[in-house]
Nanobody, 115 residues
């Protein structure tokens, strides 16, 4: 069974940085696409970034140049480095693993950007 556990969220001031981590288990991690999504109350969950098994990345326009997704296949972990954070980045961030077309989700980690 696929399990994803996020960590690294918290409160940060505008302009600050955070690094989120997502540890995966129960799948052949290295061959699957991994992603980070975020959601605020009352809105749909939105894509933040994706990384393929080969390391190709894709970002939402709103985070390009500020966020970096990476993966360590030896540790079954995907990361999201978030720099130059803005108040509008405040959300619950979810890790996702896409296995044979089916997305699996972690429990989410809260990121709050506020002074």
């Amino acid at each position: 069974q696929v399990q994803l556990v996020e960590s690294g969220g918290g409160l940060v001031q505008p302009g600050g940085s955070l690094r989120l981590s997502c540890a995966a288990s129960g799948s052949m991690f290295s061959i699957y696409v991994m992603g980070w999504y975020r959601q605020v109350p009352g809105k749909q969950r939105e894509l933040v970034a994706l990384i393929s098994s080969s390391g190709s990345t894709n970002y939402a326009d709103s985070v390009k140049g500020r966020f970096t997704i990476s993966r360590d296949n030896a540790k079954n972990t995907v990361y999201l480095q978030m720099n130059s954070l803005k108040p509008e980045d405040t959300a619950v961030y979810y890790c996702s693993e896409i296995v044979a077309g089916t997305p699996y989700w972690g429990q989410g980690t809260q990121v709050t950007v506020s002074s």
